[in-house]
């Protein structure tokens, strides 16, 4: 178990322990035993003597304090918990920003994934000799933006040449809906013709000379950095 874990439990069994003994508290009063009542307080309070009062509604002001600070220093741990864990939701959504959702996948159906990008898509297409017998037009995303839902098991890869890129595609339709790019080994590149409908707003598409690899992409300006989140 956790540090952080186990410290919420015992914060948690510490209120449930002072509500108890409170409840019992205000019970024992009902009853008459002021001086169970006022040995109880003391143990809570971590005080050795009683207080001076020998009252039943002195008493009761003693009980309703005591329950004020249990309300009270529950609602600020409460209060610090929910701060972390906005904390923790605006870290994992922050990458996101700005982005939509969108969903795809192949012909069949057998390959289904998500990705987060931009409604206004920027796309590659390529006239190497491989995206130009596929039509491998594509836009290039971080890893961790991507994710593949269904259909790992029915996937293939062909490589060829230096086998840095990764051509996935279904096993049963032969559809290529995503890939890893030789230029962007740490992201997918994404066919913009395998999403479904709805959330891609424009499409700019820029051409690349794949016939010159080399030479394309170590003179391009931001093809690296597409696939850093």
Known sequence: MEASSAITIQNKMNFQHRIESTCRCFSQLLNGGILVVLE???????KIQFPEVDTYSGVLQLLKAELNNVVYSFTVFLAKKKSSQNLSVVSLSSEYRGLVKHTGGCHCGAIRFEVWASADLHVFNCNCSICTKKQNRHFIVPASRFKLLKGADNLTTYTFNTHRAQHTFCKTCGVQSFYTPRSNPDGYGI?????????????????????????AVKEHKTIRDMSKP
């Open 40 to 46: 109880q307080l003391c143990k809570n309070c971590g």
């Open 191 to 215: 066919a913009p013709h395998c999403l479904d409908d709805g959330t891609v707003q424009t499409i700019v598409t820029e051409d690349i000379n794949g016939k010159e690899w080399e030479k």
